[in-house]
């Protein structure tokens, strides 16, 4: 998993200015707010009451965080030996 995720576009831009490299984000996270109709059944029968965090209000939304990893490949060559090989 990539250690530093979204943050890679900020961390290393020197690194990418100077020798001209693209290092993209592999993590993307979004905050959103969902709307099920259950939960807003749930509310107003009394089941769910809102909190204002979690369930935000009388229809029953939730304030939800979803993440998205992208596959690819991260590679560190922690140790260069001679002829190439690496540790």
């Keep these: 998993m990539d250690p530093y995720g ?6 290393f831009s020197e690194i990418i200015s100077s020798e001209d490299l693209h290092i993209k984000p592999t993590i993307a996270i979004t905050k959103a ?8 059944q749930s509310v107003r ?15 029953g939304e939730l304030a939800v ?7 690819g490949k991260l590679c560190l060559r922690l140790y260069q030996v001679p002829f190439g090989t690496s540790i």
């Design 65 to 71: 965080t979803k993440f998205a990893v992208e596959p």
């Design 45 to 59: 029968a009394g089941r769910l009451v809102p909190d204002g965090k979690i369930c935000l209000n009388g229809t």
């Design 6 to 11: 979204h943050l890679a576009p900020w961390l």
């Design 33 to 40: 707010h969902m709307k099920l109709p259950e939960l807003e």
